[in-house]
């Protein structure tokens, strides 16, 4: 069975499974607009934090598991700042996505969830693509899909209807191939 191996450990974070301990970190960004506002949810009440965190907690027991949504804990304060996910679209085909609380943002570490997630992606989930879609006016995660390589595939007009709108959305994407030329340790 494919599966990811976590913690996964970068420079400054640990990307960890969720544990129901968490429930107010989660709250803490997930209720602010500032962080949900290019997020197809939110911003989040106790009631949806609370079946947020719920419903992830069961995707951990799902087997085959699809869905691997994992806390962002920085190191040096053992603090959850926010939450990242690979899931399954399709059998060799795997979304990327991560959030922070406003105030790490900045400090690159997106960019460090994001190539870990990536490496974990080939690797453990030996996906064959890793795509990501993001809304055309977030700048700042489509400036992270560029940092780590991704390429521009296409926009998709009228996306998703969510939050009363429609949203226009670029897809990203990373071919397996691409990612080994660049990953000179990879050995197939
Ligand atoms: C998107 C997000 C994860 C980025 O996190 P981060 O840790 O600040 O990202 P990094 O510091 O690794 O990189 C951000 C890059 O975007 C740039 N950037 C930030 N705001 C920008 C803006 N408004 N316009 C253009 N570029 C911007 C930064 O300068 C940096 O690029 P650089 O290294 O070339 O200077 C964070 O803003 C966030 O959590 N947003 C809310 C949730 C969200 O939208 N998630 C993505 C869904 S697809």
């Known amino acids: 069975m494919r599966t ?10 640990s990307l960890r499974e969720f544990v129901k301990s968490d429930f107010q970190a989660v709250h803490d960004y997930s209720s602010d607009p500032r962080v949900t506002r290019y997020l197809f949810f939110g911003p ?11 419903g992830l907690l069961a995707s951990q027991r799902e087997r085959p598991r699809t869905r691997f949504e994992l806390a962002v804990e920085e190191t040096a304060s053992g603090r959850v700042i926010g939450a ?3 899931s399954f679209i399709e059998s ?9 609380g406003m105030e790490n943002w900045g400090k690159g570490l997106a960019t460090e969830i994001a190539l870990a997630l990536v490496d974990a992606a080939f ?15 977030n700048s700042a995660s489509i400036r992270v899909l560029e940092k780590i390589g991704m390429r521009w595939e296409a926009v998709f007009r009228k996306h998703r209807r969510a939050k009363n709108r429609w949203w226009d959305c670029h897809l990203f994407v990373l071919p397996r191939e691409v990612w080994e030329a660049t990953r000179m340790d990879y050995a197939p």
Do not use: K
């Open 4 to 13: 990811l191996i976590v913690p996964i450990r970068t420079a400054r974070l």
């Open 44 to 54: 989040r009440d106790e009631d949806a934090t609370a079946d947020y965190l719920d």
């Open 84 to 86: 990242c996910d690979l």
């Open 92 to 100: 060799h085909a795997v979304d990327l996505g991560y959030m922070l």
């Open 123 to 137: 690797y453990d989930l030996h996906a064959e693509r890793v795509i990501s879609t993001v809304d055309v006016n």
